[in-house]
């Protein structure tokens, strides 16, 4: 009977074992955080990613950041740029970054190994998107992304103007947008099929009239507070 009673005793404790690691496991939503500009913490409590960020804080009189932000970012995050612009990119902050958190880093100077992250990342997958982004005439490498994860699509524009890839695109929970792009988009009776819009990379006059603006929308947000946090709840 001791010996019986021992044995399924052992197999009642693994199964409350597995079972609450399953419990405890299991994701139940994508938090993203705005920290400033297109700069965004995007978590689902096991994979860190961070989109534009690091940047040059105050770049082009954008929003500024302090250095706990830094500190804060979190060990062996993953890191990806739609472009090399300081307001979006900082080569001194990020290097500074990965020396002490490691991490990876990908953007329009290695689009092929970051359309292979699926296969390290659970339940995740990532399409870039070439997309035009000039300053006073001179065109500069750029690139949008859609990022499907645990079934949620995430799409995030960076400083591209041109509505042609969002338009094509169905379906979206979360678009990350900038004003120009929403112009675009509702001047040239282009859809953006999102179940929300986040408004994002607002230039401080720009702060007052976009919030204004979206104050009774439903779908459309204005990020105009660093460190608001969104939360995609995970069917």
Request: proline share 3%.
């Amino acid at each position: 009977m001791t010996k019986r009673f021992g044995l399924r005793g052992i197999i009642v404790f693994i199964t409350l074992c597995l079972f609450s690691f399953s419990s405890f496991s299991q994701i139940k939503e994508i938090q993203i955080e705005f920290i400033g500009n297109c700069g965004l913490h995007m978590t689902d409590g096991t994979t860190n990613f961070y989109i534009d960020f690091p940047y040059k804080s105050g770049a082009f009189n954008y929003m500024e950041f302090e250095n706990a932000e830094l500190d804060s970012i979190k060990d062996n995050s993953i890191f990806i740029f739609t472009h090399k612009h300081s307001d979006h990119y900082s080569k001194k902050n990020l290097k500074k970054v990965l020396k002490e958190k490691k991490g990876q880093t990908y953007g329009p100077w290695n689009i092929a190994e970051l359309e292979q992250l699926g296969e390290t990342v659970p339940d995740f997958s990532i399409k870039a998107f070439k997309t035009e982004h000039k300053v006073f005439g001179i065109s500069f490498k750029h690139y949008s992304y859609l990022i499907n994860w645990h079934g949620k699509k995430i799409y995030l524009s960076g400083d591209t103007g041109k509505t042609e890839t969002i338009g094509k695109i169905s379906d979206i929970d979360w678009a990350f947008i900038p004003y120009w792009l929403y112009k675009n988009a509702k001047d040239q009776n282009v859809l953006i099929d999102a179940k929300m819009v986040g408004i994002y990379h607002l230039y401080p006059v720009e702060v007052a009239p976009a919030e204004q603006i979206f104050q009774n929308s439903e779908d459309h947000y204005p990020l105009t507070k660093q460190g608001e946090r969104i939360s995609i709840k995970i069917e």
